[in-house]
């Protein structure tokens, strides 16, 4: 499975951002899909992910209420809305395919590409 991941960008406190991760050569439609991050000097960490259906969605503490996730199964192609930027969101951002479940960075079977954010105060 080949995951790219686009959208990033500099963006001001409070602006809006949306990413996109298109797969290709897999069963996309059967993942569970998320988006991770990873800022200078921490670990990557989990930031949102979907079920295959989207019906199950679960995010991060520190992005509820301002980050929203999405596929579109017919484009092999998962979302990651991002409002109300903050620059502690600051950071390169990682597509995940075929997560095991909702948690850490060992439960991911496929990585795309990180996607830099940076949100200047």
């Known amino acids: 499975v080949q995951l790219q991941a686009s959208g990033g960008g500099l963006v001001k406190t409070g602006d809006s951002l949306t990413l996109s991760c298109a797969a290709s050569?897999?069963?996309?439609?059967?993942?569970?899909m998320g988006w991770f991050r990873q800022a200078p000097g921490k670990e990557r960490e989990f930031v949102a992910g979907?079920?295959?259906?989207?019906?199950?969605?679960s995010y991060a503490d520190s992005v509820k209420g301002r980050f929203t996730i999405s596929r579109d199964n017919a484009k092999n192609t998962v979302y990651l809305q991002m409002d109300s930027l903050k620059p502690e969101d600051t950071a390169a951002y990682y597509c995940?395919?075929?997560?095991?479940?909702?948690?850490?960075?060992?439960?991911?079977?496929?990585w795309g590409q990180g996607t830099q954010v940076t949100v200047s105060s």
């Open positions: 050569g897999g069963a996309f439609s059967t993942y569970i």
């Open positions: 979907i079920s295959w259906s989207g019906k199950t969605i």
């Open positions: 995940a395919g075929d997560l095991l479940d909702f948690s850490g960075p060992s439960g991911v079977r496929h």
